[in-house]
């Protein structure tokens, strides 16, 4: 698989085409933060709070290196003990500070010409449904299946959440993507047999063997084209 940043096209340069009745169901599966959400303005104040609560020498760096695992997960890397009660703060200050997050530039015209294109989209994150939830609304989005910590199975790198996912919206992973943003998402998407592209407008780097990589949201229509149900280089 080559690595090759994709810049972004405009939305004029891309036909909105109906895939044929005979064309088995695609599914686009994104991440949530650094793919469809710039929410690191939240995440950074959000940590803040929990080191001046806890009086925590770990930095915002350290934290963001472990983002796309669940929480508990992060904090065990991290060596921080009573991650459930350190959680609460974190959530709280989240939650507080949600009016931040943005989301990244022509993402939401993106995920819309796919679904004009009868591609199914689903969310698979680690952030807990409360959390997420108002941050997906932001989008206005036809999001058929979101799939968190809160849901059945292991959670990323399993490919647990993925492959509930696809069950979710009845697509096979030979049909389907995952856009993700750091390396435990190409993980994820490798173990689930799922074609993987690295949102290069996101946090985190790629991990080898080096998956495409779309610079901005736009450039996923031209790495998926009009009727591609995986990118080239998959591994299904």
Request: neutral net charge; charged residues 20%.
């Amino acid at each position: 698989m080559t690595n090759h940043p994709i810049p972004p096209p405009t939305f004029s340069s891309v036909p909105t085409k109906r895939a044929p009745a005979d064309t088995p169901p695609r599914a686009l599966l994104l991440d949530l933060d650094g793919v469809l959400l710039d929410t690191r303005p939240v995440m950074e104040r959000a940590w803040r709070e929990v080191r001046a609560t806890y009086g925590l020498d770990v930095p915002f760096a350290s934290y963001q290196r472990h983002l796309g695992r669940e929480f508990n997960d992060i904090m065990r890397r991290l060596g921080v003990r009573d991650a459930q009660l350190v959680h609460e703060t974190y959530k709280a200050a989240s939650q507080a500070a949600s009016h931040l997050a943005r989301q990244f530039d022509g993402i939401a015209e993106v995920l819309h010409t796919f679904a004009a294109e009868d591609w199914r989209l689903g969310v698979v994150t680690s952030k807990p449904l409360d959390r997420a939830a108002p941050l997906l609304a932001q989008l206005g989005c036809p999001f058929a299946t979101v799939r968190t910590p809160s849901s059945r199975g292991r959670t990323k790198p399993a490919p647990d959440p993925i492959l509930l996912a696809l069950v979710d919206l009845g697509v096979d992973p030979a049909a389907a993507v995952y856009v993700g943003d750091m390396a435990v998402d190409q993980e994820a998407a490798a173990r689930a047999g799922v074609a993987y592209v690295h949102a290069g407008w996101g946090y985190g780097q790629p991990n080898s063997p080096a998956p495409e990589i779309a610079v901005a949201p736009q450039g996923l229509l031209q790495l998926l084209g009009s009727n591609a149900p995986f990118v080239e280089g998959s591994l299904v």
